[in-house]
């Protein structure tokens, strides 16, 4: 009896290849770098690609930007989000651009919601007994069985007209409603106005000029599909706060833990992200800093918060009396300077703007975020001799005049009208880095505009 084995031919295992995209990545500047990347690359692939190429430091803030130019929208790409995907539903004919830039309230209210979420806007259905607490809020917004609302008037277009009209809006799980009569929040009286789980939010950035809007502070709901621009869902705040609100909400709503998760492990290992081959991250929570005393022969940390604060003061006396130790151009240091050496040297700083506008100024600091500290100095326009420290403190932008003193024939900067001098902006700007002074926070981001 023979045995007869049959050949069976199996089909070739064919690897799959990822095909490769060429995207190109803008800059505030104007300067664009072209990237060859596969074509499952995640917007926090491409930040951490331009973060290595161009050795900078990752404080989770780098940010994809995308930007509508010919409907006047740009929204952060979130980090978990697919590049080619968000780029296969531009239009052929539009000059949409991808922007590579800084945004530290990109996840800031994970870290103090309150200020995102003022008390009259936000309402529960679980009890809170009067009180937001921090962690009850983000509970309510990422938990899938609470049900938190948002509600507020904003601007809407009237159906089938041009005019504009303020309607009671409400942000629940389900979408965006408004009513149709006054504040009522009852069934009958809601009207469905846009769903959020197949649309984008976006920021419109110039509302009055665009749009025709009765206010600045716009934002859009646009599906997220190839022509998109043509079902557009426009509403306008009356301030910066009510629109932070809204656009905040809507992303929690849609994306839910995913956006916790990007927040708290911002490299999933995609592109090489790993604790083996990522530079160092450099800390800049305020938290991690300590007074400290050099004094002695050994040095301390400085428990006592009214000696921490009288070691302060004393330093800022030092900083006034000393003078300011640079290098010459021929590199050995000299102990006097010439003034008007001393007042270019800040020039070369990432955080000086040179003569920009004070509505520049407050356009770059709203696109790298209104947290508390985000900080640039400038020329000021109506006084040729002095600078502006323009900051953002409790989502509010706050201009201060930064004075040149002359004193024994040496000029000095001071923004506390001489009580504490300064010989350069460099020495300023440190000084406030540690010490809230007169400002109303200490300045913990620069503002920068950098190049790719």
Request: include cysteine; hydrophobic fraction near 35%; glycine fraction near 6%.
């Amino acid at each position: 009896m023979s045995l007869y084995a049959r050949r069976v031919t199996l089909p070739a295992i064919t690897p799959i290849v990822l095909q490769k995209r060429v995207i190109k990545v803008y800059n505030e500047d104007g300067t664009s770098r072209a990237l060859e990347v596969p074509s499952d690359i995640t917007a926090r692939d491409v930040c951490q690609l331009l973060i290595l190429k161009n050795h900078y430091i990752d404080d989770n803030s780098w940010t994809l930007i995308e930007h509508l130019p010919h409907i006047g929208l740009e929204r952060t790409i979130e980090d978990h989000e697919l590049v080619i995907t968000v780029q296969s539903n531009w239009g052929m004919e539009e000059e949409n651009k991808l922007y590579f830039r800084k945004n530290y309230a990109k996840y800031e209210f994970f870290k103090n919601p309150v200020n995102f979420f003022p008390e009259h806007m936000v309402s529960f259905a679980a009890e809170t007994n009067g009180e937001l607490s921090q962690a009850l809020i983000l509970q309510n917004f990422l938990s899938s069985s609470t049900y938190p609302e948002i509600h507020g008037y904003l601007h809407a277009k009237e159906q089938g007209k041009k005019s504009w009209k303020k309607i009671y809006f409400l942000l629940r799980r389900s979408g965006l409603y408004y009513s149709t009569k006054g504040t009522s929040k009852e069934p009958r009286h809601l009207q469905f106005f846009s769903e959020f789980g197949n649309s984008d939010i976006y920021v419109a950035l110039a509302g009055k000029k665009t749009h025709g809007a009765p206010a600045n502070y716009g934002f859009c709901l646009k599906p997220n599909k190839a022509g998109g621009s043509r079902d557009l869902k426009l509403l306008y705040a009356d301030e910066e706060q009510s629109r932070t609100c809204w656009v905040t909400a809507i992303r929690l709503l849609k994306y839910g833990m995913q956006l916790y998760q990007n927040y708290m492990h911002p490299c999933p290992g995609r592109s090489g992200c790993s604790s083996q081959n990522m530079s160092p991250m450099r800390s800049i929570s305020e938290n991690s800093l300590v007074a400290m005393d050099f004094s002695g022969h050994k040095s301390r940390v400085i428990e006592n918060p009214t000696e921490a604060l009288s070691v302060a003061v004393e330093e800022g006396l030092a900083w006034r009396k000393k003078g300011c130790l640079r290098l010459n151009t021929h590199g050995s240091p000299t102990a006097s300077q010439s003034s008007s050496t001393n007042l270019a040297i800040h020039r070369a700083q990432p955080w000086f703007h040179h003569r920009i506008s004070r509505d520049e100024a407050q356009r770059l600091i709203i696109q790298q975020g209104l947290v508390d500290g985000v900080f640039l100095v400038r020329d000021s326009q109506s006084n040729p001799k002095t600078f502006v420290l323009s900051l953002s403190h409790g989502q509010k932008i706050k201009h201060f005049q930064i004075i040149p003193l002359e004193d024994d024939g040496e000029m000095f900067h001071t923004l506390d009208d001489g009580h504490t001098r300064f010989t350069d902006l460099i020495q300023l700007v440190e000084f406030y880095q540690l010490n809230k002074g007169v400002l109303p926070c200490k300045l913990k981001h620069y503002c920068s505009r950098i190049a790719l």
